[in-house]
């Protein structure tokens, strides 16, 4: 008996949905079980549904589709295999696609789609290839900046997050020096979900435990290149959390 792609679309454009549902009618090995127009909604589809492959829009009006893959990545028992699929250009198509996930351009080419499928329906859902753990597993994540622009970190390069209130916006410190600004909708929560060494230790700041040497006086002392940060002062909030993490590394 031929195998049924449990399938679910979370864009935020209904057009783009209907377009990439019918598409996807000419493969009979595909079942389209739920659609959503936000990340949060998404969610919430996904769990419900369970489906084996999800199709799911690099922006959404809540947050990033990688936002979304984040918050899944403790949540889901079942195999299920992610296509991103984008209205950017080819350029930032063929970036994307390097970061190991399968991508399509918006509005979807049938051609296009039909490798992906072939790719898809080959190798099965047999594999850990398709779990979001596995697929999370040390590789880099997307972030949006303040201009729209797309940028590819993987944890090793930021060593922490900070909250400027004056502009409102999350800045990732990155250990080429640089500070990288996040788009303004951007939360610490989004932030602390990318990767389980972030780790909220104030309402300003985000550390990768990672870098932590120890912690004096309710200060984080880093490992170079962030051991000049001296504003990493810890939370009664957040600290019995943060210490209880720290040892657990």
């Given amino acids: 008996m031929e195998q049924i792609f449990r399938t679910v679309i979370v864009d935020d454009e209904e057009s783009a949905i209907d377009n990439l549902s019918f598409e996807l009618q000419r493969y009979s090995y595909v079942s389209v079980e739920g659609t959503a127009r936000t990340g949060s909604l998404g969610l919430k589809v996904i769990e419900k549904t369970k489906p084996d492959l999800l199709f799911l829009d690099v922006e959404l009006p809540d947050m990033t589709g990688m936002d979304v893959l984040a918050r899944l990545r ?43 499928m072939s790719r898809l329906y080959e190798q099965n859902v047999k594999s850990d290839v398709g779990n979001v753990a596995a697929l999370l597993k040390d590789r880099p994540f997307m972030v949006m900046t303040p201009t729209g622009d797309l940028r590819f970190l993987r944890a090793s390069e930021i060593g922490y997050f900070r909250y400027l209130s004056n502009r409102k916006i999350w800045e990732a410190a990155l250990t080429d020096g640089t500070f990288l600004a996040l788009r303004r909708s951007t939360t610490a929560e989004q932030l602390c979900a990318y990767d389980s060494v972030f780790i909220q230790i104030h309402q300003s700041y ?26 990493l002062l810890i939370s009664r909030k957040y600290k019995k959390i943060m210490i209880e993490r720290f040892y657990q590394l």
């Fill in 74 to 116: 403790d949540r889901i028992t079942w195999n299920m295999r992610v296509v991103f699929y984008t209205a950017y250009n080819k350029y930032v198509i063929d970036a994307l696609r390097s970061a190991a996930f399968d991508f399509l351009q918006k509005p979807v080419d049938s051609s296009e789609l039909q490798m992906v």
């Fill in 206 to 231: 985000i550390i990768n435990m990672h870098y932590l040497i120890m912690v004096q006086d309710n200060r984080c002392i880093m490992y170079p290149p962030f051991n000049a940060a001296e504003e």
